[in-house]
């Protein structure tokens, strides 16, 4: 795999920079519009793709950015912060099914997917969930059996960023007997492929641009080249993909938080009672002392854990940390943003309530809190 540059301060804010000029630009005028409708902006993400945010980590052989995980971390964040919903189809399209590419796949694989996913040419999708398995991966019930140069898929996944729009999906299916960790192998299927079918897409509470379907396989024959990496490690690649998606889900949690908390500032300098910015209450400014401290230790938390990344060292317990903390902070910012906007906050004229919705999600997708607990826990005991 190439190796990703290093990003200076200085650079790093230009990349900030250019995502919040996106963001600002592309999406903030039409936050509220995707949501009501919950219209996933294809012709957006064409647009996100050709100014690198698709393809951030991929290096630049393969048409990619080229960058490290705090510019990662940065963008997410930047984009998170105007709306959740795009913030969690990037960081859904870098992370697992262009990340899992980049990770195992062969050169062949890498030159044939990769430009197109960096570039925003296409959209990606990774399955690994299914109706009766979320975080019981191991009990799955989608299987691919072996025909000559062929595998046979059948079964459901759900739960899937851009199951629907998605143009190629990295699919996770067992291929060996139930429970066995080195029964499961990854495929790459194109769109298209005979008997990949889109089912349901989800009608949900928050992240309502982010495209979330379920994709069905009914027969559907995938040649024996497109296994990604061997026979048998589709679950240990997925865990070690999961590693790096906490940390996306870190700066998606990062940005949301962010993004509730500078409403909640400007909300409270605005607003005046009693003759008076109710910033000047201390029942107020104590609530937004709290928000920033949080906010800081979840920063530092994501930034830890995407430095041991970018070093190549061990982070399984770093990134759940970050994203356990993280995602409950986004919560309990976006909660008291809430709060401190009163009566306007339960309205849609105000960005709150919108932060309030999609906050939640963070707590639960690509691992629920108590999963995260069980990893930190894990890892710590070993220690």
Not at 377 to 381: D, S, V
């Given at each position: 795999m190439g190796q990703t540059a290093t990003i200076s301060a200085d650079n790093l804010q230009l990349i900030r920079q250019s995502a919040?000029?996106?963001a600002e630009a592309y999406i903030r005028p039409h936050v509220m519009d995707w949501d009501e409708s919950q219209h996933f902006p294809m012709d957006m993400f064409h647009q996100m793709g050709e100014h690198g945010f698709l393809g951030v980590l991929v290096p630049e052989e393969y048409g990619g950015a080229g960058l490290d995980y705090q510019a990662y971390i940065t963008i997410i964040?930047?984009?998170a912060k105007v709306c959740g919903s795009i913030?969690?189809?990037v960081a859904a399209h870098n992370s697992l099914c262009t990340n899992h590419i980049l990770m195992f796949g062969n050169e062949e694989q890498k030159h044939r997917y990769l430009?197109?996913?960096a570039t925003?040419?296409?959209i990606g999708a990774w399955g690994l969930t299914e109706p009766n398995t979320g975080s019981d991966a191991m009990r799955m019930q989608c299987t691919a059996t072996r025909d000559g140069d062929y595998?046979?898929?059948n079964g459901n996944k759900l739960w899937i960023t851009h199951g629907k729009s998605g143009h190629v999906a990295v699919v996770i299916a067992r291929t060996g007997e139930l429970l066995d960790s080195r029964g499961m192998t990854a495929f790459v299927v194109e769109r298209g492929t005979p008997g990949f079918l889109a089912g349901k897409k989800e009608n949900k509470l928050g992240m309502r641009a982010s495209e979330t379907a379920e994709m069905i396989f009914d027969n559907c024959r995938v040649h024996k080249s497109q296994v990604l990496g061997q026979e048998g490690e589709g679950f240990i690649q997925s865990m070690k993909i999961l590693d790096g998606g906490r940390i996306s889900i870190a700066a998606l949690s990062l940005g949301i938080a962010k993004g509730a908390y500078e409403a909640s500032i400007k909300y409270a300098k605005e607003r005046h009672q009693f003759g008076q910015p109710i910033s000047n209450f201390q029942a107020i400014s104590f609530k937004l002392a709290d928000m920033a401290t949080k906010i800081e230790a979840a920063e530092l938390l994501t930034r830890q854990a995407g430095q041991l990344k970018?070093?190549?060292k061990k982070h399984t317990k770093q990134a759940a940390m970050a994203k356990y903390y993280a995602s409950e902070v986004a919560v309990e910012v976006s909660t008291e943003g809430v709060q401190i906007h009163g009566g306007y906050g339960y309205t849609k004229d105000f960005p709150a309530e919108k932060y309030y919705r999609d906050s939640k999600l963070c707590t639960i997708g690509e691992g629920t809190s108590e999963i995260q607990k069980l990893v930190i826990?894990?890892?710590?005991?070993r220690e």
């Open positions: 919040k000029d996106f964040e930047e984009i913030g969690l189809s430009p197109k996913l925003g040419q296409w595998w046979v898929l970018d070093e190549g826990a894990r890892e710590a005991l």
